[in-house]
């Protein structure tokens, strides 16, 4: 499969008229119409942005007995 920063998908939701649209950067988007899909993939990177990372976990502290 190809990888890259130019590298879009459009892929067809089997069993609905729904495509997913799928940027290189991660982002997704759902919708009928393969002409929007193209238009908001093409317009990168306005119109949508990277997944944000999830967020580090901090350590818990725990009481320690006196």
Known sequence: MLTGDRVYRIHWM??????RGVCHC????????PVELWEWLLAHPQGHR???PPA????TRTAVPA
């Open 26 to 33: 991660g982002a997704e988007r759902v919708a009928e119409e």
């Open 56 to 59: 580090p976990e901090l350590p």
């Open 50 to 52: 990277s997944p944000a």
């Open 14 to 19: 089997p069993g609905t008229d729904i495509l």
